[in-house]
T-cell receptor
Framework: DTGVSQDPRHKITKRGQNVTFRCDPI?????LYWYRQTLGQGPEFLTYFQNEAQLEKSRLLSDRFSAERPKGSFSTLEIQRTEQGDSAMYLC????????????FGNGTRLTVT | EDQVTQSPEALRLQEGESSSLNCSYTVSGLRGLFWYRQDPGKGPEFLFTLYSAGEEKEKERLKATLTKKESFLHITAPKPEDSATYLC??????????????FGTGTLLAVQP
């Protein structure tokens, strides 16, 4: 169990640019989540995949955000036309199938939009 | 609407000074309550899951308890390495296919030597 891996750890971009983040979940986990966390706040749910299917998206998720999980393995989160308000830590988590299973988080990608 | 409220927002303790963190919740059917520890610049690290009122879990100096309205994280004789943000989260029983967690804002714990 190598844990959840996220890349890059840090990303600085200019407003209006597109960015893409990658998440590699724990290999035996079929559920994958993206969360966003700003300073002093708890993680906020963005979207959820079961295998390759995206089954839930937060109402807060702008149309500029898109996530994929091809072949049910790694996932990518893309933000188009970044805004300063997108600056946050983007966290990926995975879990096993059972109800009540804990989510295991990666160490996140810190995005700064200048 | 599901809600998780943690208190206090911040807590400063002397090494060896025991205390408790509170997590109160409202959720339409609780499947589980989760405690996580988060160090600066890192992702949350799973500590405990509690499933029903009266349940208790322990790990080293930490003990988590659950009632129908709140959970406590008791820290006994803390050490400086226990300094971190402690996050509480709930999972709904009828949350559809997802196991998503709804988090509180956390308690920032600082333990001074």
């Amino acid at each position: 169990d190598t844990g959840v891996s996220q890349d890059p750890r840090h990303k600085i971009t200019k407003r209006g640019q597109n960015v893409t983040f990658r998440c590699d979940p724990i290999s035996e986990h079929n559920r994958l989540y993206w969360y966003r966390q700003t300073l002093g706040q708890g993680p906020e749910f963005l979207t959820y995949f079961q295998n390759e299917a995206q089954l839930e998206k937060s109402r807060l998720l702008s149309d500029r955000f898109s996530a994929e999980r091809p072949k049910g393995s790694f996932s990518t989160l893309e933000i188009q036309r970044t805004e300063q308000g997108d600056s946050a830590m983007y966290l990926c988590a995975s879990s096993s199938q059972g109800g009540g299973s804990p989510l295991h988080f990666g160490n996140g990608t810190r995005l700064t939009v200048t | 609407e599901d809600q998780v409220t943690q208190s206090p927002e911040a807590l400063r303790l002397q090494e060896g000074e025991s205390s408790s963190l509170n997590c109160s919740y409202t959720v339409s059917g609780l499947r589980g309550l989760f405690w996580y520890r988060q160090d600066p610049g890192k992702g949350p690290e799973f500590l405990f899951t509690l499933y029903s009122a009266g349940e208790e879990k322990e790990k080293e100096r930490l003990k988590a308890t659950l009632t129908k309205k709140e959970s406590f994280l008791h820290i006994t004789a803390p050490k400086p390495e226990d300094s971190a943000t402690y996050l509480c989260a709930v999972q709904r029983m009828y949350g559809g296919a997802t196991n998503k967690l709804i988090f509180g804002t956390g308690t920032l714990l600082a333990v001074q030597p």
